[in-house]
């Protein structure tokens, strides 16, 4: 199960870029980068609790740079939210963190989820320019500058 449907992430694309994109796509690939990108940030904020020492994921564990902050805020204003639960049954399909999150941290989920997506949508549209929709291509170049940043 994914932490986001593919209807959502659509119309967030949509929403947040203007940009069509196949169904087929948005399985395929965006939504593995979602899921790994949100994983990966709890694996950091994890290292940022030891280092800490607490035994609870604080949200301010989370290495959210300012930009990622900003892009939150520009997420928050589209009509689109995605659904906590969701989120947190993908979560307790991969292997487990060591901490527990916090409950601020918990609500904060679908907000960093939908940043991601938001993030991926702005990045493909510097790349779709000439047409409204994403291509492979464009969706892999978003993805290969994303595991740059996270």
Not at 129 to 148: G, H, P, Q, W
């Amino acid at each position: 199960m994914a932490v986001v449907g593919v209807h959502k992430i659509e119309k967030l694309f949509k929403e947040a870029a203007g940009l069509k994109i196949d169904k087929a796509k948005v399985k395929e690939l965006i939504s593995d980068v979602v899921d790994d990108k949100l994983y990966d940030l709890l694996l950091i904020a994890q290292e940022n609790t030891k280092y800490n020492n607490r035994d609870v994921i604080w949200l301010s564990d989370v290495p959210l740079t300012k930009a990622f902050k900003e892009s939150m805020e520009h997420f928050s204003e589209l009509s689109e939210e995605l659904e906590l639960k969701q989120i947190l049954d993908h979560l307790a399909g991969l292997p487990p963190l060591r901490y527990a999150l916090e409950v601020e941290l918990e609500k904060k989920l679908p907000i960093i989820a939908g940043t991601i997506i938001y993030i991926l949508a702005k990045i493909c549209k510097e790349f779709s320019l000439k047409d409204k929709s994403v291509s492979t291509e464009d969706l892999k170049r978003a993805e290969d500058i994303l595991n740059l940043m996270i």
